[in-house]
């Protein structure tokens, strides 16, 4: 199939499972790069550490990008993503997102919304990521699950204003196709000092980071030009590609 701009093809559901698990099945039948998929609903949807995503009917915006992305691109196209996310809610709503490494979006310390791209390298001859995003365009404090009330918002409570999830659908496979696009002609250092800009926490900062074998803390170096984010511990700089941070020390 010819090159297509992003959400141009478009598979579009009321209820599904998860819209990265149909990327993953439409990524193996060979669907071109910015393939989408919407879903009203999804009733198993995912974020990081397999974590549930709670995704209720007409609520948010739950949509999967299929990417085809040269390997040295993988551990950046979270950072793309997340310029791209900002930007689109920034256009649309004029509400201004932070970042929390690597694909958390914050309002005020409250979650409104998360990206997720997993990557399959085993198909070496068509490896392919799925770009996961999940808003949280619509919710009122009662759809959300008890246990992430007072953790998480939407723009309706922000602004008193309902979205539609269309509108966030064009606009936002526009400005991630834009920023992937930079990533490809190698503009990764613009990419980085956005995002480095609108983190959560700044150069300097005490950070405690949970990893497989335990919690790190150090402080936070900034970001590589490979998108991993780098702790000063000690005399040691270190590198971090997926982990969790999990406090922020003022």
């Known amino acids: 199939m010819n090159e297509i701009n992003f959400g141009e093809l478009a598979f579009r559901f009321t209820t599904?499972?998860?819209?990265?698990n149909f990327g993953r099945l439409l990524a193996r039948?060979?669907?071109?790069?910015?393939?989408?998929?919407?879903?009203?609903?999804?009733?198993?949807?995912?974020?990081t550490k397999g974590r549930r995503w709670h995704s209720p009917a007409g609520k948010g915006l739950y949509v999967s990008?299929?990417?085809?992305?040269?390997?040295?691109?993988?551990?950046?196209?979270?950072?793309?993503?997340?310029v791209a996310t900002t930007e689109t809610i920034r256009q649309l709503s004029g509400v201004e997102i932070d970042l929390k490494w690597p694909n958390d979006l914050l309002f005020k310390g409250k979650k409104i919304g998360g990206i997720l791209c997993e990557a399959e390298t085993a198909e070496k001859d068509r490896p392919y990521v799925i770009a996961g995003f999940g808003l949280n365009l619509n919710h009122r404090l009662e759809d959300f699950p008890e246990e992430v009330?007072?953790?998480?918002?939407?723009l309706l409570l922000i602004?008193?204003?309902?979205?539609?999830?269309?509108?966030?659908?064009?606009?936002?496979?526009?400005?991630f196709q834009f920023w992937y696009n930079k990533l490809k002609e190698g503009q990764v250092n613009s990419i980085i000092k956005i995002v480095e800009d609108r983190l959560t926490f700044s150069p300097g900062?005490?950070?405690?980071?949970?990893?497989?074998?335990?919690e790190v803390s150090g402080r936070f170096g900034g970001l590589a030009p490979d998108g991993s984010l780098i702790l000063q511990i000690g005399q040691d700089r270190k590198k971090f590609y997926a982990s969790e941070i999990i406090k922020v020390i003022s």
């Open 16 to 20: 599904i499972d998860s819209t990265m």
């Open 29 to 47: 039948l060979g669907f071109p790069e910015g393939t989408a998929v919407l879903a009203d609903e999804q009733t198993a949807g995912r974020g």
């Open 65 to 82: 990008f299929l990417l085809r992305p040269p390997a040295p691109l993988l551990h950046l196209l979270p950072l793309a993503a997340g």
């Open 149 to 154: 009330v007072g953790r998480a918002t939407s």
């Open 159 to 175: 602004t008193g204003k309902s979205f539609p999830a269309e509108d966030f659908l064009h606009l936002l496979g526009q400005e």
């Open 205 to 214: 900062q005490a950070l405690i980071i949970k990893e497989r074998e335990g």
